[in-house]
């Protein structure tokens, strides 16, 4: 505020005025208004700055949860493939298990027509 090189009053001088305390309050009113006036802009520009880092932070944390929602997407493609693979090869499982009885059957068909025809031939 005041330097050292700045007037000090001293009030129990008498040689001290009315109008000397007059331009002194005017003074310091005049210095009150510029700190005032220093701080409201010093407040501004560090609001400022806190909006824009909040903004650069908000960018940041829009790109990841992009990024994630992207990731999120490919995976749920990914199982969804998956899925349909996975009910494909249970289609081919269930026509091999249905061709494996059918061959059995047959085979059992088969062993009991030979069977009959060596009985014969005996």
């Known amino acids: ?3 050292d090189t700045e007037e000090v009053f001293d ?3 008498p040689e001290f005025t009315r109008e000397d305390l007059v331009t ?3 003074e310091m009113v005049l210095e009150y208004k510029k700190l005032s006036q220093s701080f409201k ?3 501004a520009e560090e609001e400022s700055c806190a909006t824009s880092a909040e903004l650069a932070g908000s960018s940041a944390m829009q790109a990841a949860l992009s990024k994630l929602e992207n990731e999120n997407a490919e ?3 990914r199982t969804e493939e998956i899925l349909c693979e996975n009910q494909r090869l249970a289609e081919i499982i269930s ?3 249905k061709s494996s009885v059918s061959l059995q059957k047959l085979q059992g068909s088969t062993k009991q027509f030979d069977d009959k ?6």
């Open 1 to 3: 505020m005041a330097d």
């Open 95 to 97: 026509f091999w298990t």
């Open 24 to 26: 002194s309050l005017n």
């Open 75 to 77: 995976w749920k493609n």
């Open 11 to 13: 009030f129990s001088n």
């Open 41 to 43: 802009e010093f407040k």
């Open 117 to 122: 025809n060596r009985i014969r031939l005996l």
